[in-house]
């Protein structure tokens, strides 16, 4: 028997009554990886839809138009409300086909009322918690892709986001509690083990505007995706794939 990979950090002794609890994991890539939701509410039985799990881009629930209805069945019939940030495995022509609404201070796609794209270079105030969120990334297998059906340019994060991001969080004075992104920052990656990921996926320009953001912004703790691993590189960052933790963790 194969051993499930999955670290479930859940202690029902610290969800009160009447409390939200927040948890943040890595890509699903709709059904690909997306049993790991479902385990988790398994394993956490008193998570209601007042709750909510993040899921660091490459959600992937939003691919085919054709089979829309049961990829987002996977996330809908899940116990607690899931927020994503989008990855570079996503259909942009889908996702942004979505009118852009305001929730919680920032800017999303209402895909369902439990599943909530969280917009990039936005600031959202959830349960008393401000998380800055920027999406995106570079797909290091678009030469085995075709623009529009499986490849979307708009994967990699514009400079008009940046400035966007940046405005946000001068709001905040350069101060959130929270980042969640697809990617990660330049230094970031010279952390062992991610150094060694790094020289097979290489860096992209989403790197270097991360980067910007290490160097403005003071936060607790700064949680991304996309290169398929699990782990601290230090006491603020964390790469996320197949753990799902609380927010804060």
């Known amino acids: 028997m194969v051993e499930n990979p999955i670290r479930i950090m859940y202690n029902e002794s610290i969800k009160k009554r009447g409390e939200s609890m927040i948890y943040v994991t890595g890509d699903t890539h709709r059904d690909a990886d997306s049993i790991k939701l479902g ?30 209805d049961d990829d987002l069945a996977i ?33 999303v796609h209402f895909i369902k009322p439990d ?22 990334a570079t797909s290091i297998d678009k030469y085995r892709r075709r623009e529009g059906v499986s490849w979307w340019k708009e994967e990699a994060p514009s400079y008009e986001e940046l400035d966007e991001g940046i405005a946000n969080l001068k709001r905040y004075g350069n101060k959130v509690d929270y980042i969640v992104t697809h990617s990660c920052g330049e230094r970031a990656l010279m952390y062992p083990p991610l150094r060694t990921r790094t020289f097979q ?45 609380p927010l804060g963790e």
């Open 39 to 68: 385990l988790f509410a398994e394993n956490a039985p008193q998570l209601t839809k007042s709750d909510y799990v993040i899921i660091a881009g490459d959600f992937g629930g939003v691919w085919s138009e054709k089979t829309l």
């Open 75 to 107: 996330y809908e019939k899940l116990p607690f409300t899931v927020l994503f940030v989008d990855g570079n495995h996503e259909n942009f022509d889908l996702l942004n086909s979505y009118p852009v609404s305001k929730w919680c201070g920032g800017k």
């Open 115 to 136: 599943v909530i794209h969280l917009m990039r270079g936005q600031v959202f105030e959830i349960e008393g918690n401000t998380i800055f969120t920027f999406g995106g």
């Open 201 to 245: 996926m290489g860096r992209y320009p989403e790197n270097q505007m991360l980067s910007y953001f290490e160097d403005i912004v003071r936060y607790k703790k700064w949680y991304f995706g996309h290169y398929h691993m699990d782990g601290k590189l230090n006491d603020e960052l964390r790469v996320l794939y197949h753990d799902i933790v």
